[in-house]
């Protein structure tokens, strides 16, 4: 939910490359970061997979923050939002 969110906000804006991690979440929600990696064309750590989607949260927050509109947790309830965060 974060990463469609987060590409909502981007919208044309977002790197390809963050785009294509958070794609490959969005068609795979169950996947780990590993088989992600896996999957991506060319093949990329969990580490990578990882990173960019953190990057991709976190550049579609600053925009969100930059326009004043919710970010990418508007969606999550408290209690998931929190257990993320921790």
Do not use: C, F, W, Y
């Amino acid at each position: 939910a974060r990463v469609q969110r987060a590409l909502e906000i981007l919208g044309e804006e977002v790197p390809e490359h963050l785009a294509a991690a958070g794609r490959l979440r969005m068609e795979h929600k169950q996947a780990s970061l590993e088989e992600l990696g896996a999957l991506a064309d060319p093949p990329l750590t969990k580490d990578a997979v990882a990173g960019r989607i953190r990057r991709l949260l976190a550049m579609a927050d600053k925009r969100a923050q930059d326009l004043g509109i919710p970010g990418t947790e508007s969606n999550l309830s408290e209690d998931l939002a929190d257990n993320m965060a921790g």
